[in-house]
């Protein structure tokens, strides 16, 4: 079975701290995105990574695909109140199965 | 134009009832999917649809029957669902889905539709 395992599972901190949230597998994955989701809402597309080793950065947040294409670490800096929500990796582990890490909940408190 | 619609937003049924989910896009998109999303939980993949042609079907019990009428429509029918069905069901849209391929596309998510089986 491929999992992806996500770290923390909640996490709650004041607005302006920064904070990192892990998606680990013990299988090598070809590529993987990062979605938010919003009470109410459907997840939506944050990035895409494809390269191992890959940064990229969106604003005050910063993705990173690891070496080995087994984990990614997605970095926020300086959080918001907006930023609240699930985060969630997504890969399909180079076939056909399409899985979604187990989520982290984020809350930052104005 | 990015959004998919779903529709109802709620949906309360009985376990003797039929009732169907709708989903709808017009970006053009090729590939549509339903997952389901229990509570506290992330969205597990239900069905994919390629080209109007249910590409992958992850083992989803028969009581779950879905229809893609045409590219731009993508239907759940329902049917002597259990109370453990009960649950957010999503419904997506992206360019294409090349299995086996690396995930590159977009997908495009509705609000979903909150079902609960009494």
């Known amino acids: 079975t491929q999992l992806l395992e996500q770290s923390p599972q909640f996490l709650s901190i004041q607005e302006g701290e920064n904070l990192t949230v892990y998606c680990n597998s013990s299988s090598v994955f070809s590529s993987l995105q990062w979605y938010r989701q919003e009470p109410g809402e459907g997840p939506v597309l944050l990035v895409t990574?494809?390269?191992?080793?890959e940064v990229k950065k969106l604003k005050r947040l910063t993705f990173q695909f690891g070496d080995a294409r087994k984990d990614s670490s997605l970095h926020i800096t300086a959080a918001q109140p907006g930023d609240t929500g699930l985060y969630l990796c997504l890969t399909n582990f180079g076939n056909e199965k399409l899985t979604f890490g187990t989520g982290t909940r984020l809350t930052i408190i104005p | 134009d990015t959004e998919v619609t779903q529709t109802p937003k709620h949906l309360v049924m009985g376990m003797t009832n039929k009732k169907s989910l709708k989903c709808e896009q017009h970006?053009?998109?090729?590939?549509m999917y339903w997952y389901k999303q229990k509570a506290k939980k992330p969205p597990e993949l239900m069905f994919v649809?390629?080209?109007?042609?249910?590409?992958i079907n992850e083992s989803v019990p028969s009581r779950f029957s879905p229809e893609c009428p045409n590219s731009s429509l993508l239907n759940l029918h329902l049917h002597a669902l259990q109370p453990e069905d009960s649950a957010l069901y999503l419904c997506?849209?992206?360019?294409?889905?090349?299995?086996?391929?690396?995930?590159?596309?977009?997908?495009?998510f509705g609000p979903g539709t909150r079902l609960t089986v009494l």
């Open positions: 970006m053009g998109h090729r590939a």
């Open positions: 997506a849209s992206s360019q294409a889905h090349i299995a086996g391929g690396p995930l590159t596309d977009t997908q495009y």
């Open positions: 990574v494809v390269t191992g080793g």
């Open positions: 649809y390629s080209y109007e042609k249910l590409s």
